[in-house]
């Protein structure tokens, strides 16, 4: 029987995720020593109740697609609107430096894709569907190399391959991510934060992040640089705000529609949540610049933290375990060396090459999140660590911008020189 939730149920079933999620987290020692983001620790109970309705009373649930899509939109149009010109030049070398690591990797994994799968006995070709068009890729690169591979090379179950496999990177993106990065850091020296006690409240207030205003002080150090590390402290939010905060959303969300329509079929096609994120900078650095408008970052960094935290608790809640189930021990197997290969990658290497400090050890843990699932993953998995030990500026401006705009671009190149291999 298949049960079909409209966008008020799947709305209150992302927050009673969100919710258990952060109520195991605060008590299970595990889960926060070892940074599992709560999406994630609410989102795998959540799967795995799903998962046993169906096995004993055959129920399958259906959610609204149309809600998640919304707020995975909403959250890269939050990072295209916090995304200055001015900050996008602090990126310089270490950005190129970290695309440089992750175009690396996706070479890495690929290769080990296709020769696990060889040395299985399977079509090659199954081994680049499990490496980086479904892992680094994620859910939409793996639907739509599916339907070319199943076309064009005849491998059959391409898509739902794809999309089994990227699911399955989703949920190991978001639990090897923290690990990592606590095991980097205890070797580092670094210990968690501890709050203090009885602070007061100018003390609290004066502690707020993202206070950052367009009208602001530039050299304000303890002002511009937040973006989505401290989502649980004190925003001074108005309704004002909210609705011209909402405004700008819904302008970044209908550019990225017009945008998709636009461009399909064409050569500067681009996946929608690319058009919402570019729509947020050309909106941002028009109307500051031009109009001398004040952004109001707090806002913006609240919605969207929100609306990260509600995509991933939908996108698990989505989850059918018995998909994976259904892979065969094959594939499990190429999906197991993948998911040992990157956190070796990540722990040996992007950490390493990236510095050998703590911005390193967050960058580790976001190239977990999308080496193996996707840049909402990244993102959570480093505001986990963040919020356990001190900020990452250098991590958070730098894994948004390659994993949103660049890693599809090396992907689709990568990948080509792959397939000319067996062309």
Avoid at 72 to 97: E, H, N, Q, T, Y
Avoid at 338 to 344: D, G, L, N, S, Y
Wanted: hydrophobic share 50%.
């Amino acid at each position: 029987m298949e049960i079909t939730l409209n966008g008020y149920y799947t709305l209150i079933l992302a927050t009673m995720v969100l919710l258990l999620g952060k109520a195991m987290v605060k008590r299970i020692k595990f889960l926060s020593d070892f940074n599992i983001p709560e999406p994630v620790a609410g989102g795998l109970i959540a799967a795995a109740i799903v998962y046993t309705l169906n096995a004993v009373f055959g129920y399958s649930f259906t959610f609204q697609k149309e809600l998640q899509t919304a707020c995975m939109l909403m959250f890269f149009a939050s990072i295209g609107l916090s995304a200055d010109f001015g900050r996008l030049k602090a990126g310089g070398k270490p950005l190129l430096v970290f695309l440089v690591v992750v175009s690396g990797f996706i070479i890495v994994q690929n290769a080990v894709g296709v020769g696990v799968a060889s040395a299985l006995g399977l079509d090659p070709l199954m081994g680049l569907v499990a490496g980086s068009i479904s892992l680094t890729g994620g859910h939409g690169t793996a639907g739509a190399w599916g339907t070319t591979f199943e076309d064009k090379y005849g491998v059959i179950g391409a898509t739902t391959l794809g999309i089994a496999c990227a699911t399955y990177g989703l949920v190991a993106g978001g639990i090897i991510g923290g690990p990592v990065a606590k095991r980097l850091i205890t070797n580092l020296g670094i210990k968690p934060s501890e709050d203090k006690e009885n602070r007061s409240a100018v003390e609290e207030v004066a502690d707020s992040q993202s206070l950052y205003s367009t009208k602001h002080n530039i050299d304000d150090d303890t002002a511009h640089k937040e973006m989505f590390e401290r989502p649980d402290n004190i925003r001074l939010i108005t309704a004002s705000s909210t609705i011209e905060t909402l405004a700008l959303f819904a302008a970044c969300l209908a550019f990225a529609d017009i945008m998709t329509g636009i461009a399909k079929d064409t050569w500067f096609e681009l996946p929608t949540f690319v058009w919402a994120l570019f729509g947020g900078v050309v909106i941002r650095n028009t109307l500051t610049t031009f109009f001398n408008f004040d952004m109001f970052d707090r806002a913006i960094d609240v919605f969207g933290n929100a609306a990260l935290s509600l995509f991933l608790a939908m996108a698990l809640l989505s989850l059918k375990l018995w998909e994976l189930a259904d892979l065969g021990p094959s594939i499990l197997v190429v999906l197991a060396v993948q998911t040992v290969v990157m956190i070796a990658y990540a722990y040996f290497v992007t950490f390493r090459i990236m510095g050998k400090d703590y911005d390193a050890a967050v960058l580790a843990a976001g190239h977990c999140g999308f080496g193996m699932g996707a840049t909402p993953t990244a993102i959570a998995n480093m505001q986990a660590i963040t919020d356990r030990y001190v900020p990452s500026h250098k991590a958070f401006l730098i894994v948004p911008m390659v994993g949103a705009f660049f890693v599809d671009l090396m992907n689709v190149a990568i990948l080509q020189g792959f397939l000319g291999m067996f062309s």
